[in-house]
């Protein structure tokens, strides 16, 4: 074999792009510390050790991970399906809201029965959040990148109201009653927070690689996200293959919400996410629009989050360099990715 | 004096595929150089690595003998090397004019200096004789004149040896003409040219010398006084070619087809007017016309693609009107479209699951309520590529790095691996090379024989009359008259120019 050969092999390499792309995100990272006069060395062992350092610190990353991989799986089931749903942010958030109302407000119901009624009650919130944007679309062709980002922000403003007027508990935070007992997702690794959604986390991302890569109707989906016209030249019908990714898409996301409030926190509190879906759009990216790729991906994202609250405290290194390193692998990564997508859909 | 263009021992290998092998190649200056070969055979492979859209793995270029490394288009621009490609690649958003100047703009200052890249464009088109409106969207013409479009860009550039890559294919059997008048014309003005077809008439018309590519290797360059149509054939596929007859049995008395009255609106094309024909079980109707005639729109509304207003539809005596195209296809309906790009696979795809797509919610490939059954699809899939010599390094690559021939056969499979009893087949063979032109062909006459209905639609009016029992011909969405295959090319000028026989007494 020859020099070249190799190399060629080498570059082939499954993943490899991601690696570098990683170890330069870090590199650069470390400079960045440097140049702002804090040891990198000292940084990125605390970072390391706060992510999996620890029982409590591995707990943390998975925590950290799972909100993530459901907004991650959610925008790649639209994605397949030629949508580019980039609201997931919304729909997560009336999932949860919708979680927390039914997991306070209903009494009746023993453990597991109302858990899975809240639970489903947030995946119906993300999934009717994603119903407008979908009718949009097949009715008069509205972009959903539009339609999905202003409900996007409709849901941030409107479950914000609801937490701090109508629904707020007695107290200074603005956040629900707390979710009756029964339906409480147990935690997995106390002390930590880490709790049972993590495992539905996991399940769904299994479920959404059977349905894509398994199932005819996930057959059917792909077809239409790759190419619509040979896909209804084969009696595929488009649009309401369309719909229906969409739907799933806002029920994944909502399943997401509902699993933060019925496993983490206990109930809804303002302003808990800080862009989960949003960072669900580039880990989907990064994990190559594969959901078994979205859950290492996931787990990254997960784990710069876990270390960098463990470096802050440690070293007062401020939390902005671990998001500067996830922005970097958005950078190197994601976001070629995207503009790629992007360009070639315009191009046909 | 050295050669124009002197390409030695050029390799280029994609993993699993060798596509250049060793290739050495002469261009004399001011000849017109045709290059043929299977689909596959690696012309496109060869060209484009010349462009230096490809980095060759070995092997070197001279220009006019001295040695090039050009590591990018634009350098091989700055050489005097342009290339149109398979697939054009004008903007379709920007004017005629912004599309030629685009990249080489001339600038005053900062600004850019409209006025003389007009003159400059004006000039061009003067000396070349290419006429085109410079201020029509790019997008809206026809895609003969986007060619015009990529040319007249080339010679903008100053290229001196230009390559077509099949520019042929794309284009109208008038287009054709033009095209061919012009190259013929470019050539008189000191251009080198690089010609790429299946069609060997073309490449008569064309070429001085022609090199002949097989499964990556070069075969032998001959000039073309020394060559003849068999010849050629031979060179490429390795083996005689016959153009398969058709058989002499009669089409049976039984109507598979009827289409009765049908007319639709002109919405997304043409209009089609009071279409009223039959397909007898072992027949192929040919439908003829010059293109953009309702040729794409008669297809559209016999699969179900397109809504009719007014008149019926009936399968085997079943009305299907208002079928779905499902339900067209449950009932035997099969389609080969005329763009396989673009409708007939999805390029992005496997093989495997271009051969599955259709059919992927029926047993026995759906197992159960939902799931796909892997191991048997891929034994269905294995068995069709098998039975219809697919050249595919495996079934798991995606249908986006087969040639074009071998697209073309996925979608032959899969059509016909399901009980047929209609065939609806627009333009089965374009780009399609010599063999497997053949091979679809011999396809489709098997159909005939089977007893099953094939309506042809293509713009070869040789292919039509070869194979079909009748022909229709469409003028403005109309069926304006029926010929017999033997009529003769006289007879199918008048008709499809629009003059009806009838009307001439
Ligand atoms: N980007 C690519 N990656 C992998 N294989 C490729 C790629 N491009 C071409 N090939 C393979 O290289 C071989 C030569 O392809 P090429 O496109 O040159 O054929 P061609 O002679 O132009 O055929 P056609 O007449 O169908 O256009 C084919 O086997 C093709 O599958
Ligand atoms: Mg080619």
């Known amino acids: 074999m020859s020099l070249r050969d190799s190399w060629r092999k080498c570059l082939s390499f499954p993943f490899l792009s991601e690696i570098v792309a990683i170890l330069i995100a870090f590199l650069l990272g470390s400079l960045v510390l440097l140049f702002t006069g804090y040891p990198p060395g000292q940084a990125l062992r605390a970072l390391f050790r706060g992510a999996f350092g620890s029982r409590n610190a591995f707990g943390q990353t998975l925590t950290q991970a799972t909100p993530i991989l459901f907004t991650a799986l959610s925008f790649?089931?639209?994605?397949?399906?030629?949508?580019f749903n980039i609201g997931v942010e919304g729909q997560f958030l009336m999932g949860a809201l919708v979680a927390a109302l039914a997991g306070t407000?209903?009494?009746?119901?023993?453990?597991?029965?109302?858990?899975?009624?809240?639970?489903?009650?947030?995946?119906?919130?993300?999934?009717?959040?994603?119903?407008?944007?979908?009718?949009?679309?097949?009715?008069?062709?509205?972009?959903?990148?539009?339609?999905?980002?202003?409900?996007?922000?409709?849901?941030?403003?409107?479950?914000?109201?609801?937490?701090?007027?109508?629904?707020?508990?007695?107290?200074?935070?603005?956040?629900?009653?707390?979710?009756?007992?029964?339906?409480l997702l147990p935690k997995i690794l106390p002390p930590t927070q880490l709790s049972f959604t993590?495992?539905?986390?996991?399940?769904?991302?299994?479920?959404?690689?059977?349905?894509?890569?398994?199932?005819?109707?996930?057959?059917?989906?792909?077809?239409?996200?790759?190419?619509?016209?040979?896909?209804?030249?084969?009696?595929?019908?488009?649009?309401?293959?369309?719909?229906?990714?969409?739907?799933?898409?806002?029920?994944?996301?909502?399943?997401?919400?509902?699993?933060?409030?019925?496993?983490?926190?206990?109930?809804f509190v303002d302003g808990f996410s800080p862009g989960y879906g949003w960072d669900g759009i580039a880990v989907s990216l990064v994990?190559?629009?594969?959901?078994?790729?979205?859950?290492?991906?996931?787990?990254?994202?997960?784990?710069?989050?876990?270390?960098?609250?463990?470096?802050?405290?440690?070293?007062?290194?401020p939390l902005d360099l671990s998001l500067i390193i996830q922005a970097l692998v958005i950078v190197f990564i994601a976001a070629p990715r995207f503009i790629r997508l992007v360009f070639l859909r315009r191009k046909e | 004096m050295p050669p124009l263009l002197e390409v030695r021992g050029l390799t280029k290998s994609f993993p699993g595929v060798l596509a250049n092998d060793h290739i050495d190649l002469e261009i004399e200056e001011g000849e017109i150089h045709g290059l043929l070969g299977e689909n596959g055979a690696g012309k496109s492979v060869l060209m484009s690595t010349i462009y230096s859209l490809y980095r060759p793995d070995e092997g070197r270029i001279f220009l006019r003998g001295r040695e090039v490394h050009m590591v990018s288009p634009a350098s091989a621009i700055r050489c005097g090397v342009g290339m149109v490609h398979q697939h054009l690649t004008v903007v379709p958003h920007l004017r005629v004019w912004e599309n030629i100047v685009l990249g080489e703009e001339p600038r005053r200052g900062v600004f850019l200096a409209r006025r003389e890249a007009f003159r400059r464009i004006e000039a061009l088109c003067r000396e070349t004789g290419l006429q085109l409106d410079l201020h029509a969207w790019t997008g809206e013409l026809p895609i003969g004149l986007q060619q015009r479009v990529e040319i007249l860009k080339m010679l903008y550039r100053g290229a001196s040896l230009l390559?077509?890559?099949?520019?042929?294919?794309?284009?109208?059997?008038?287009?054709?003409?033009?095209?061919?008048?012009?190259?013929?014309?470019?050539?008189?003005?000191?251009?080198?040219?690089?010609?790429?077809?299946?069609?060997?008439?073309?490449?008569?018309?064309?070429?001085?010398?022609?090199?002949?590519?097989?499964?990556?290797?070069?075969?032998?360059?001959?000039?073309?006084?020394?060559?003849?149509?068999?010849?050629?054939?031979?060179?490429?596929?390795?083996?005689?070619?016959?153009?398969?007859?058709?058989?002499?049995?009669?089409?049976?008395?039984?109507?598979?087809?009827?289409?009765?009255?049908?007319?639709?609106?002109?919405?997304?094309?043409?209009?089609?007017?009071?279409?009223?024909?039959?397909?007898?079980?072992?027949?192929?109707?040919?439908?003829?016309?010059?293109?953009?005639?309702?040729?794409?729109?008669?297809?559209?509304?016999?699969?179900?693609?397109?809504?009719?207003?007014?008149?019926?539809?009936?399968?085997?005596?079943?009305?299907?009107?208002?079928?779905?195209?499902k339900e067209r296809i449950k009932k035997g309906l099969a389609h080969i479209p005329e763009d396989r790009h673009r409708r007939g696979t999805v390029l992005d795809f496997t093989v495997t699951e271009n051969l599955l797509l259709g059919f992927e919610d029926e047993p026995p490939i759906r197992r159960g309520r939902w799931t796909i059954d892997l191991p048997l699809l891929r034994r269905f899939a294995l068995s069709r590529v098998g039975e219809f010599e697919i050249a595919t390094p495996g079934v798991d690559v995606p249908v986006r790095i087969l040639s074009g021939g071998n697209q073309q056969k996925v979608v032959l499979a899969r059509e016909l691996s399901r009980p047929v009893s209609l065939l609806v087949a627009c333009q089965p063979t374009r780009g399609l090379d010599v063999a497997a032109t053949e091979y679809v062909h011999r396809k489709l006459l098997d159909l005939r024989k089977e007893g099953k209905g094939v309506i042809l639609i293509s713009a070869d009016l040789d292919e039509i009359r070869a194979l079909s029992d009748r022909v229709l011909v469409l003028y403005e969405g109309r069926i304006i008259g029926e010929l017999a295959p033997q009529s003769d090319e006289y007879q199918f000028g008048l008709l499809m120019g629009g003059k009806s026989l009838v009307a001439q007494g």
């Open chain 1, 105 to 183: 407000s209903i009494k009746v119901l023993p453990f597991p029965v109302h858990l899975l009624c809240a639970l489903l009650a947030g995946g119906g919130g993300g999934a009717l959040w994603a119903l407008f944007p979908a009718w949009l679309k097949a009715r008069f062709g509205a972009h959903e990148v539009i339609t999905t980002m202003m409900m996007s922000y409709i849901a941030s403003y409107f479950t914000s109201y609801l937490v701090n007027y109508p629904c707020k508990a007695p107290g200074w935070v603005a956040q629900t009653h707390p979710v009756e007992r029964s339906a």
């Open chain 1, 287 to 317: 994990g190559r629009l594969h959901p078994f790729g979205c859950v290492f991906a996931s787990l990254l994202f997960g784990l710069l989050r876990a270390g960098g609250m463990t470096m802050t405290r440690v070293t007062k290194v």
């Open chain 1, 76 to 83: 790649l089931v639209s994605f397949r399906a030629g949508i």
């Open chain 2, 163 to 325: 390559i077509f890559d099949e520019p042929t294919t794309v284009l109208t059997p008038q287009e054709v003409d033009q095209l061919i008048a012009y190259l013929l014309r470019l050539k008189e003005g000191g251009k080198t040219i690089i010609f790429i077809s299946h069609k060997l008439r073309e490449v008569f018309a064309l070429c001085d010398r022609v090199t002949v590519l097989r499964r990556g290797r070069k075969v032998g360059t001959i000039v073309i006084a020394d060559a003849s149509e068999e010849k050629l054939a031979e060179m490429m596929v390795g083996r005689k070619v016959f153009s398969p007859k058709r058989g002499e049995e009669k089409p049976k008395e039984t109507v598979v087809l009827a289409v009765e009255h049908v007319s639709t609106l002109p919405e997304r094309g043409k209009a089609l007017h009071g279409l009223n024909f039959v397909v007898h079980n072992g027949e192929i109707v040919g439908v003829a016309g010059v293109e953009g005639n309702g040729q794409t729109e008669l297809a559209e509304v016999l699969v179900g693609l397109r809504k009719v207003r007014q008149g019926k539809i009936s399968l085997r005596g079943e009305d299907i009107t208002f079928a779905s195209p």
């Open chain 1, 198 to 267: 993590f495992v539905v986390a996991l399940a769904f991302a299994f479920f959404v690689f059977y349905f894509l890569f398994r199932t005819y109707l996930g057959f059917q989906i792909r077809a239409v996200g790759l190419n619509p016209e040979a896909a209804s030249n084969r009696g595929i019908p488009i649009a309401s293959h369309q719909i229906l990714a969409f739907l799933l898409s806002g029920f994944v996301a909502g399943i997401g919400g509902a699993g933060e409030v019925l496993g983490v926190h206990g109930k």
